[in-house]
């Protein structure tokens, strides 16, 4: 027999030796597993969890009255674009028509060429001038004519007789001529452009030298003693004022609550905004203060009627859902949907659960909380 037939008959032997080696270990390492016991010390208890801790405040029934707020927006009473009345070549431009310029009712813009309007006006003084004379002929006509007929001891036939229609038309001519007069006095003054009313030059349209025309846009003038703003409540909000509001005073506040005085009501209610389908109130500013600008947003607190059996609350009492969680006098835990009434500085005013209070209302309610679940009220009154 050869060394290559002795290595070909050794090798299938060792291979069951490797796989019965193998097998053996991991037999014995089963059984080690099953044999070893666990270390970790498993103490049985009969008693149950103590419940979880629930911060609360207690609230009572109250009186309050009624504060609704919402924001508008800030506007000018005047903001207007003013424009030519007349046409002509501007030949100056004042120091208070430039854009951002702070002007005074009164105040002068534009000059515009004024002399074709200076030559209208003594042409039309001069006809008026001519009218009186023509009226003063026919009156002295009539004059002459009703003593003729009272020497004679006559009734003058008809009217044509003592001049009373010619006396008649030279009144009316008289009352024309005045009335050119005036238009061309009024022409001659809006030559000179000034600000009808005090504010701010937004914008700047027209330059030296430009020729325009009537309803040529010149500047834009915005108003900055006072103010409008109109704020809009839905019917439930509306319902809590107390009418009428014609004149109420509101508080005026920035978003971040800085108060910035006071506004009164002109108007409100009457008809709902064709888009919002809300109630409309209409409130104006005469003394503005200086943080007031127009354009910003502020918040407007209309105060409304006082309301019996009402519960103040934190926001944060109420649930996204809008429930609120009361813990009763067993400690467990009772759902309630509030009718809210308004809100304010981070405080909801709803009408007070049925029952006979004061009630414990959970401050911050979690989304785990079940009905009838068993609490541990802590008393939160901050």
Same mark, same amino acid.
């Given at each position: 027999m050869t060394d290559q037939t002795l290595k070909t008959q050794q090798r299938p032997t060792r291979r069951w030796l490797w796989i019965g080696l193998s097998l053996a270990l991991f037999v014995a390492i089963v059984i080690l597993l099953f044999d070893t016991e666990d270390t970790i010390d498993v103490q049985?208890?009969?008693?149950?969890?103590?419940?979880?801790?629930?911060?609360?405040?207690?609230?009572?029934?109250?009186?309050?009255?009624?504060?609704?707020?919402?924001?508008?927006e800030v506007r000018p009473r005047w903001?207007?674009?003013?424009?030519?009345?007349?046409?002509?070549?501007?030949?100056a431009v004042h120091s208070a028509a430039l854009a951002g310029a702070r002007v005074e009712q009164g105040d002068r813009l534009f000059s515009i060429e004024n002399a074709p309007y200076q030559s209208a006006v003594a042409a039309a003084e001069m006809?008026?001038?001519?009218?009186?004379?023509?009226?003063?002929?026919?009156?002295?006509?009539?004059?002459?004519?009703?003593?003729?007929?009272?020497?004679?001891?006559?009734?003058?036939?008809?009217?044509?007789?003592v001049n009373l229609p010619q006396l008649r038309i030279a009144k009316k001519t008289v009352a024309a001529a005045q009335a050119?007069?005036?238009?061309?006095?009024?022409?001659l003054n809006d030559a000179e452009v000034v600000a009808p009313?005090?504010?701010?030059?937004?914008?700047?349209?027209?330059? &030296?030298?430009?020729?325009?025309?009537?309803?040529?846009?010149? =500047?834009? $003038?915005? %108003? /900055?003693?006072?103010f409008e703003l109109v704020a809009e409540f839905s019917r439930a909000d509306w319902a809590l004022i107390d009418h009428p509001i014609s004149g109420v005073t509101a508080d005026l506040t920035q978003r971040s609550g800085e108060a910035l005085g006071q506004a009164q009501v002109r108007r409100g209610g009457g008809f709902l905004d064709q888009d919002t389908r809300q109630v409309r109130?209409?409130?104006?500013?005469?003394?503005?203060?200086?943080?007031?600008?127009?354009?910003?947003?502020?918040?407007?607190?209309?105060?409304?009627?006082?309301?019996?059996?009402?519960?103040? &609350?934190?926001?944060?009492?109420?649930?996204?859902?809008?429930? =609120?969680? $009361?813990? %009763? /006098?067993?400690?467990?835990?009772?759902?309630?949907s509030p009718n809210i009434l308004f809100r304010s500085e981070g405080a909801v005013t709803i009408l007070a659960p049925d029952?006979?209070?004061?009630?414990?209302?959970?401050?911050?309610?979690?989304?785990?909380?079940?009905?009838g679940q068993r609490v541990t009220p802590q008393s939160d009154e901050g």
């Open positions: 049985a208890t009969n008693s149950a969890p103590p419940p979880p801790t629930v911060s609360v405040v207690t609230v009572a029934p109250e009186t309050v009255q009624a504060r609704i707020s919402a924001f508008a903001d207007a674009e003013l424009r030519s009345a007349v046409s002509g070549r501007i030949t006809e008026l001038e001519q009218a009186e004379l023509a009226l003063l002929r026919a009156q002295n006509n009539v004059t002459v004519a009703q003593r003729q007929f009272e020497r004679d001891e006559t009734e003058p036939p008809n009217e044509l007789a050119r007069l005036n238009a061309a006095r009024r022409d009313f005090s504010g701010f030059v937004t914008h700047r349209f027209a330059s &030296l030298g430009q020729t325009v025309n009537p309803g040529d846009a010149l =500047i834009h $003038l915005s %108003d /900055d003693r006072k109130v209409f409130l104006d500013v005469t003394n503005p203060d200086e943080r007031i600008l127009a354009g910003d947003f502020l918040q407007v607190h209309i105060p409304g009627r006082r309301i019996a059996d009402t519960v103040a &609350l934190p926001e944060s009492a109420v649930t996204r859902a809008g429930y =609120i969680w $009361l813990v %009763d /006098d067993e400690d467990h835990l009772q759902r309630f029952g006979i209070g004061p009630w414990r209302v959970a401050r911050t309610p979690l989304a785990s909380f079940l009905p």
